[in-house]
């Protein structure tokens, strides 16, 4: 990648706009980017996200290192801290209206982005910017000139309103308005290419229509692919449980990836690393151990975000702990006073936030007292007969009397 970077003044713009669509699901345009790059100056390449949650995950990552492809080609790399629209909440792909975030949960979860963000980004050719800086300032009279530029039968072309509305759910004028700000963002920041996920694509063309309602150039939009999570189903979430985040310590990224599924290993290679051609090609013909492979790409990506003596130490806690079913001696220690109740334990010591998950979690198999099992949800511990309690894979205690 480097040696291409490198290379770009001799590079055509064709060429250039081909490396920086790759992996891209979608370009509108092509050609526009190739006309873009043609000017010869560096171009603002934005990319919004809302602080919803606290930590940015590895389906984050995945346009974070296409803004990265951007960077290291010259252009100027726009972060955008979507704090004044994560007061909205962004309706995209949901069912049900979002729970809009207070302004000091919106502040305390953006406090911890910059951080994140440089694991990837050269924050010093980075400008991260905040919504807020022009929406606070802006009166209802603009609010509704903007809106005048979009008409409602273009709003309602979204996929998931329109589902909404079919199934006779409820749909609140301010979720109309996220698309619209979002879109104006691209405005105010004189935005020439915007990066987003496949299932933002409706609000990134409404910043192309806005633009061009205004007199600026449309933006090039490119569109990346969502990232399955953990669960292999749904797309990688905190709110779903099935993330794995970028700033998560070395041992829990590697034990969450030995988790992912098989059928997910190759696109977790394409996407989340920079994996040789041919090596690849030894895991997708079946050459390489499903285990080796998995292996191979925890370790990959704990040397990405930490480093390469993380890593093999991230290794060699999961083979002790999950494949030799060795305890280790730093474990926490918990005493009790007499025996338990098997699910009244977990409560206690917070490996299930309420009996009703720790049945769940026993009815799964999740369960283990010294490396057995436990399928009866009236087990009870007993303290000097029983040492260990494991659950899942990342939950171990020593319980003691």
Known sequence: ?????????????????????????????????????????????????????????????VTLKKLRDFQRDGHTVVFLVGDFT?????PTGRSETRKPLSREEIAANAETYRAQVARILDLERTEIRFNSEWMDAMGVRDLIKIASRLSVARMLERDDFEKR?????????????????????????QAD??????????????????????????????????????????????SYGNYVGIADAPEDMYGKLMS??????????????????????????GAVHPMEAKKRLASMIVTEYHSAEAAAAAQRYFESKHQRREIPDNIPVFRIDGDMWICELMKQIRFAPSTSEARRLIGQGAVRVDGQT????????????????????RRVARIEP
Do not use: C, W
Request: aromatic share 4%.
């Open 193 to 238: 290419v915007e990066l987003g996920g496949t299932d933002q694509k409706f609000n990134l063309l409404v910043g192309r229509d806005l633009q061009r309602a205004m007199g600026q150039a449309p933006q090039i939009v490119m569109t990346m692919p969502l990232l399955e999570g953990l669960d292999g189903v749904r797309k990688m979430s905190k």
């Open 374 to 393: 436990i399928g009866d949800v009236n087990f009870r511990f007993v303290p000097g007969s029983h040492k260990v309690l494991e659950v899942g894979k």
């Open 86 to 90: 994560a007061m909205i909440g962004d």
């Open 260 to 285: 992912v599924p098989d059928s997910l290993m190759l696109k977790y290679y394409e996407l989340l690393t920079d994996i040789a051609p041919a090596e690849l090609a030894k895991v997708r013909s």
């Open 165 to 189: 509305l079919e199934a006779g759910d409820p749909l609140f004028l301010h979720e109309l308005l996220y698309p619209l700000i979002q879109g104006y963002d691209s405005v105010a920041l």
């Open 1 to 61: 990648m480097s040696a291409r970077v490198q290379s770009k003044e001799s590079a055509s713009a064709a060429e250039r706009a081909a490396f920086l669509a790759r992996s891209a699901v979608e370009v509108i345009s092509q050609s526009d980017l190739e006309a873009r790059l043609k000017l010869g100056r560096p171009l603002r390449i934005k990319l919004g996200m809302d602080p919803t949650a606290p930590d940015l995950h590895l389906g984050h990552s």
